[in-house]
């Protein structure tokens, strides 16, 4: 059985009770299996499929119903009804079907073990159509025939040893013996439809409803026979859909926000706890609204948290699947907004106030490190600290005050966990290293209207890509600032000044540094080149750059290294990379974490076969979650939009963001590689592709610009792994073979090499520009190998990079222009055989060249060249990366390394284990490293936390 993520339906208004005495009971709930899993549609409780893989969604007997097969101890569905008054006495109701060719064991309905360690307390015997229990009781009086619905009422009198049997409303047995009760609360789960012995049969379930009260024979009779509109519920519900989420962000160390959307309007429930069988603490907002959030103030340091989003529909509480999130993963500061000043009301009070709020509204950073360049006593460092979640450092040369910073902060409960300040002998020369701060101020200026130490160094220590320095002080200062003197002191700088009521400000932006490059999709841009393009300030080598920042996060928060997952991205120096299930997003330059996101079923690995899927831009980062892609604010993690792909039966494929469009991919349910762990996930050898049915570009308001569908004559099913961007044009390979478009997965394999065009579509049109047959050899065209092992697609400098792989690796150059073909070379993988990725690689273009295994070294884009000079260290375990011409990754095994591809110079750094994919970068001026190693078993003693590397300043 496979649940979707974003399949979580409550009950709508239209559900009523049938008109019998007990519809007052506190514990009445029912669940249909109509939809493929066991929806509520009616009270409390949870029905939870357990290792039922097997189950699905099948059409028998007029009816769509859940097929059940073949269950041992450890699978079925585990029934939890919280507490109950008495558990010793119940009802069950069933509404079953049995195949007439069925004639085979038994068909265990419950079995009250919380282990499910004992035989089921009910049996159905197809074989006879009768049930059977021990020796509880005999043959029945009224039989039940297969291939047809029936209905069965088990009423259960543990307490008095009287129980019944109703078939299809007629009561069919009373014995004087009960065979077991409830066992009472979430902890201790009844199983139903399995058996600890195996004896499990084929057979269906179309309802199945419990209460904890003994229905009567009229009660019983009333109920009738098998009914698709429900049991206690008299019709079948209209769903509400969750569309978006449930997600959870850590706000602080004991604070998480759940968030969702529904289709329609209802209130918000959030039940958690510290298993999947006690979600004992809860939170209810009752305003009805389809955008939820939930704040849950009380949750563990360091704990595991199991929660369930649902809503109150008709008097009734429905829920939805249980998820969990992980405290132990929260990088979230302590919040101080309610720390009372310390230094008590007086003439600064609002001066401070006034300058905090000035520069948090036009500074707009409120994330990163603050650094207070002259903090004097601390009392704007106290402000900003309530007014931001930056961690915040004040320096300055005056002891006393610095003495009297330390112990007012302290006082206030702010000191160490959101401010720190320390004593300096001068502010030219600060111990810190560069680029370091966010945000820059100055209590100094505010307190005497003198500017301390030096722009330049002030300068030195500001990020660059928006890093900000407001400098001044608001009006009404004792002592007054000058423009002149604040001007002349930040000489040499870009700046913009104001002076007006809210006071005189100077504001300095860093932009870029020169020859920044970044890395804002899978492969490096939307050309997939592999490349960041960034000078990395003319380093080349381990030995040209020192330690920057040591970071979160560490192994705890990734997965398994060999799963070969989505590379980290970056842009404007923020960088964001996946964890299990999760997305984590901090600052390049200093390493602060800037916000987390949990998200349930997010895990999608083996990107050689697949395409990338998630992205950054300026401002924002794209990511696809099942069949929608989350537009997120890359400063708050916020999301502020949502495409959605509204077509159902697909997930969303490729995320690329190219010139002024989002453009995706649409995929069929259920295609991509999720798992993580074990031999089976190594993925050297799972060779299908990803594939999409149709490509599509979105304006970014969320409308759809165009469409590209294989279902239109003469297009075919995508390969996701070959979709890249340039030149204004989309190129993908597709293949028309009417197998592989006749499949109905999105994991295709031998059906893909026949038939094969490498397509190019305008990117603001979606009209096709040019297609070539790759496997006719027509129009002087190469035939192009099989891609078995993998097929990646690149662009630059007007040249289509088609790259295969089967028994080697071929490369093959085209026109971007007209798709006519350039050239093509083949090389040998660099070791025999599917050895820890040597038929895994993936070509890099640098300057005009292309540079990968074996003999692909620096072939020439114009003609398949190869120059003289140095060739590419072996290359196995890990892909390459390249800022410019200095490439990064894991040559010859062992450390990370850097290749100078002008000298052949290989340098390393010791004990830094990259993952087995990409997930080292240069960009920005930095080489970035991102946890990627844990979970190898073939390297010791590594540190298995997140780096980075600056170019030295020596």
């Not at 099948?58 to 073949?70: I, L, R």
């Not at 602060?592 to 899927?613: A, K, T, Y």
């Amino acid at each position: 059985m496979i649940i979707r993520y974003k399949k979580i339906l409550f009950v709508t208004a239209c559900v009523t009770l049938i008109a019998v005495a007990f519809g007052t009971t506190a514990y009445t709930s029912e669940w249909s299996f109509a939809t493929g899993s066991p929806v509520p549609v009616l009270g409390p409780g949870t029905l939870t499929g357990v290792n039922t893989t097997g189950d699905g969604l099948a059409t028998v007997g007029g009816k769509t119903a859940m097929h059940f097969g073949p269950h041992d101890g450890s699978a079925g569905y585990q029934l939890r009804v919280n507490t109950l008054s008495d558990p010793t006495q119940f009802t069950m109701v069933f509404d079953l079907f049995v195949a007439t060719s069925n004639n085979d064991g038994f068909l265990p309905l419950w079995n009250g073990s919380a282990t499910n360690a004992n035989d089921a307390e009910l049996f159905l015997r197809p074989s006879t159509g009768g049930y059977w229990s021990g020796s509880y009781f005999d043959s029945p009086t009224v039989s039940w025939a297969k291939g047809q619905w029936n209905r069965f009422v088990y009423v259960n009198d543990n307490a008095n040893g009287a129980s019944r049997i109703y078939i299809n409303g007629v009561l069919s047995q009373e014995f004087g013996l009960s065979p077991d009760y409830i066992y009472s609360g979430v902890t201790n789960p009844a199983w139903l439809l399995t058996d600890n012995a195996g004896e499990t049969t084929d057979a269906y379930i179309l309802n199945f409803a419990f209460t904890d009260e003994l229905l009567t024979a009229s009660e019983a009779a009333a109920l009738g026979g098998a009914s698709e509109t429900g049991i206690f519920a008299t019709s079948t519900p209209d769903p509400i859909e969750t569309v978006v989420g449930p997600y959870v962000q850590f706000t602080g160390p004991h604070t998480a926000v759940v968030r969702w959307d529904t289709s329609d309007d209802c209130d918000s429930i959030v039940e958690y706890g510290l298993s999947t069988s006690s979600l004992n603490s809860r939170v209810h907002t009752t305003a009805e609204t389809k955008k939820h959030e939930v704040v849950l103030n009380d949750i563990h340091i360091k704990d595991k948290y199991f929660f369930r989003v649902g809503s109150t529909i008709s008097g009734s509480e429905q829920f939805g699947d249980v998820f969990w999130f992980d405290n132990n993963i929260n990088y979230s500061r302590v919040s101080v907004a309610d720390a009372d000043s310390p230094y008590g009301p007086d003439a600064l009070t609002p001066l401070y106030e006034q300058a905090a709020d000035y520069i948090v509204s036009q500074s707009g950073v409120t994330k990163g490190i603050c650094l207070v360049y002259g903090c004097g006593e601390g009392r704007l460092a106290f402000e900003l600290a309530k007014r931001t979640d930056m961690m915040i450092v004040g320096v300055d040369t005056d002891s006393a005050k610095i003495e009297t910073a330390a112990q007012k902060l302290v006082e206030a409960g702010v000191y160490g966990a959101r401010v720190t300040v320390r004593q300096v002998p001068t502010l030219d020369n600060l111990p810190f290293s560069k680029f370091m701060a966010n945000l820059i101020v100055s209590d100094t200026m505010i307190a005497t209207g003198q500017c301390p130490g030096s722009s330049s160094e002030m300068f030195r220590l500001l990020r660059p890509s928006g890093g900000v320095a407001l400098l001044g002080q608001p009006t009404g200062c004792p002592t007054p600032l000058t423009q002149p003197a604040l001007e002349g002191w930040l000489n040499g700088l870009s700046y913009n000044t104001t002076n007006d009521s809210e006071g005189l400000w100077s504001k300095v932006v860093r932009p870029d540094l020169p020859g920044a490059g970044w890395w804002t999709h899978a492969h490096g841009g939307p050309d997939g080149a592999g490349n960041s393009n960034d000078s990395l300030e003319g380093g080349r080598g381990a030995g040209d750059f020192e330690l920057q920042w040591v970071s979160w996060p560490g192994a705890d928060a990734k997965v398994d290294r060999q799963v070969r997952g989505h590379s980290p991205i970056t842009n404007k120096g923020r960088m964001a990379f996946r964890g299990f299930n999760r997305i984590i997003t901090l600052d390049t330059y200093n390493g602060s974490i800037l916000w987390s996101l949990e998200i349930p079923g997010l895990n999608r690995f083996n990107i050689p076969r697949d395409s990338g899927w998630f992205c950054i831009d300026d401002d924002s980062v794209y990511l696809a979650v099942d069949d929608d892609c989350w537009k997120l604010d890359t400063q708050t993690g916020q999301r502020v939009l949502t495409h959605q792909l509204d077509d159902d039966g697909y997930d969303w494929g490729n995320v690329i963001r190219y010139n002024d469009k989002l453009y995706g991919s649409a995929v069929l349910d259920g295609s991509f590689y999720t798992g993580w762990w074990g031999s089976s996930n190594w993925y050297e050898s799972q060779d299908s592709k990803i594939c999409s049915k149709y490509l599509f570009a979105n304006n970014l308001d969320g409308s759809r610009a165009w469409t590209y569908d294989s279902a239109d004559p003469d297009k075919g099913v995508i390969i996701n792994s070959t979709v890249c961007m340039g030149g204004g044009r989309v190129y993908f390979v597709e293949s028309r073979n009417p197998s592989a478009e006749s499949l109905t997965t999105g994991r295709i394999g031998s059906q893909l090499w026949t038939n094969m065009y490498l397509v190019a579509l305008n990117s603001e049109t979606g009209v096709r520009v040019w297609e070539q047959d790759l496997k006719s050899g027509a129009g002087g065209n190469p035939v192009v190998a099989n891609g078995t092992a993998i097929i990646h697609l690149m662009y630059s400098d007007e040249t289509v990079v088609l790259e295969c792989s089967d028994t080697q690796y071929y490369i093959y150059a085209y026109n971007a222009s007209t798709g006519a073909a350039k050239w093509n070379k083949s090389a040998s993988w660099p070791k025999t055989g599917r050895d820890h990725g040597s038929h895994l690689q993936r070509v890099v273009i640098s300057n005009g060249r292309v540079w990968g295994a074996g003999s692909i070294h620096g072939l020439s884009l114009v003609n398949g060249s190869t120059p003289g000079g140095p060739s590419m260290p072996l290359t196995i375990c890990g892909t390459v990366s390249a800022a410019g011409d200095v490439f990064m990754g894991r040559f010859n095994k062992g450390d990370m390394k850097v290749w100078d591809s002008q000298n052949g110079a290989l340098s390393e750094w010791d004990r830094i284990r990259t993952s087995c994919y990409i997930n080292v970068l240069g960009c920005g001026g930095m080489i970035l490293a991102p946890e990627g190693g844990g979970g190898c078993d073939c390297y010791d003693g590594g540190f298995h936390t997140s780096t980075a590397f600056i170019k030295s300043e020596n």
